[in-house]
Structure formats: C-alpha cells, structure tokens
C-alpha cells in the first residue's frame, strides 16, 4: 500500500490552503477590511485579463507578459495608458497582490499626505541598489530625508535657470548632425544629450556621452552598463531562454553594474 497517494497529496495541499486562508483573514484581512470600514474605502476593480480567458487561473502571468510584450513593441507607455483608464485597478501577479494608481488624491496620499505611512518595496530596493547605490531612490526615513537635503540646492531658481549649461551639449549635438541633408536617426542622440545634461545638473560632471573620438573610448563601458540596467531585454538569459530567463540570474548583471557605480550617489 503505497504512503503517498494522488489523493492523499491533494488532500493534504488542501489542507496547507485553507489554513493558510484561514489565518489570513484572521490577521491581514480582518485588519484591511477595519481599515476599508474606517476610512469608506471602495472596492478596487480587477484589471481584466488580455492573453488568458478570464475563467483560467493565470497567477498573474497575463500581467507580466502582457507588460514584456509591450515594453518589447515600444508601447509601455500606451498599454499603461489603457489599463489606467479606470485611474485604480488591483492585480494579483505571483502571488502578490498589486494596486497600481494614478488617482491624483492617491498619489498625493502616499507621497505627502501619509508619506511616512508608506514605504520601499524590497524588490525595488534590492533591483535598484544595484547600479543606483543607496540614495534619494532606494533609502527611507531619515537616510532618504538626507538624500533629499543633498538634492534640494540643485533645484534652486538660479541652478534651473542657467541655460549656459543645455547650450553646451546641444551645441555639441548639433555638431553630430550631417549637413548634406542625409538621414540620421536622432532617438540615441537625444538619448545621450539628455544623460549628459541629467548627470552635468545633479552630480556637477557630465558623463559626456555625445563626445566622440578619444573622449567616447573611456565612456562607452559606463554607456553601455546605464543602457543595460535601463532596459531588462539587455539580459543574456533572456537572449537565450526567452521569458524564463528573466527569471534566472544574469552573470552580466553585476559586471555592469559595477560600471555604473563610478558615478557618484544622491
């Protein structure tokens, strides 16, 4: 007679679910829907499903695919547009259950209203850590508020205002353009005129990213690291394996990432 059964396997997951339930109601849940009562909250709408029909269980991988087959077709931006139609949705993804907002009272709630009710997650910290370090992006409580302070002077009227410095690097990227009227394509220009003015404006040198000869040998590690942290498709598991590899760790991560932390913090 065997021990393990099909049956008894079922029987016993089962048994680990409706516990688990069981005591999450009691803890989590009892104290979300006290908080709902206090406050009125309303019930949040599910976004529906695109990939899946909505009668199959998908553990949220219709979320995640269908925002890697976005980012992949260059339409992140119009496929969150879509989905925040109704401004507040709720997803379960893996798992985890997610709110996604862009209610301009939630936005406010969570960062100045009740800011020091909300925090990091710690995907967030860990992924962002990084390449960023900790700074005004990854640290909380009184490490972010320093973060902050280090930031404000750059934001004062005089530093915003000096045009001196854009006239720079447009003047260099103007150089770039051909003047026999051929063809060019401007999107990795933009892209390096606006990392060179961004990093010239919060850490005081410019990453000068639109040089070029001798001066762009000594830039192209650093370039190529911030690209590969900006975009999770730079991944060579997901060159290889496709979607699952972005689930496997990528020995290039870290490589690059060192690049990146030659750059000083904020």
């Known amino acids: 007679m065997a021990i393990f059964s099909f049956t008894s396997i079922a029987g016993s997951l089962l048994a680990i679910y409706l516990t688990h339930r069981i005591y999450w109601e009691a803890t989590t849940g009892r104290h979300r829907r006290h908080f709902a009562k206090q406050h009125g909250t309303l019930p949040v709408p599910s976004r529906a499903p695109t990939i899946f029909p909505s009668y199959i269980p998908d553990f949220g991988l219709d979320f995640i695919i269908a925002n890697y087959r976005a980012i992949k077709a260059h339409r992140f931006l119009s496929q969150w547009a ?17 709110f996604v907002t ?26 962002m850590s990084e390449f960023l370090g900790h700074g005004v992006f990854t640290n909380e409580g009184k490490a972010w508020k320093h973060s902050r302070e280090m930031l404000r002077p750059c934001f004062e009227r005089q530093n915003v205002a000096d045009v001196g410095m854009f006239e720079k690097h447009v003047c260099r990227l103007m150089e770039l353009l051909p003047e026999d009227g051929s063809t060019i394509d401007l999107q990795p220009l933009f892209f390096d005129l606006s990392l060179d003015i961004a990093t010239e404006f919060l850490f005081g040198r410019s990453a000068d990213s639109l040089a070029r ?34 689930l496997l760790p990528d020995p290039k991560q870290k490589i690059c990432a060192q690049a990146v ?4 913090r904020i």
């Not at 925040?84 to 993804?93: K, Q, Y």
Request: aromatic share 14%; net charge negative; hydrophobic share 35%.
């Open 82 to 98: 879509q989905d925040l139609s109704v401004h507040t949705f709720s997803v379960s993804a893996l798992g985890r259950h997610i």
């Open 102 to 127: 862009d209610d301009p009272e939630n936005v406010k709630q969570v960062l100045a209203t009740g800011f020091d009710a909300w925090g990091f997650a710690k995907e967030r910290v860990d992924q």
């Open 213 to 246: 000869g001798e001066k762009r040998k000594g830039l192209e590690t650093f370039v190529e690291a911030f690209e590969y942290c900006c975009d999770p498709f730079k991944n060579e598991q997901y060159e290889k394996w496709g979607y699952l590899g972005l």
């Open 261 to 264: 932390k030659g750059m000083p």
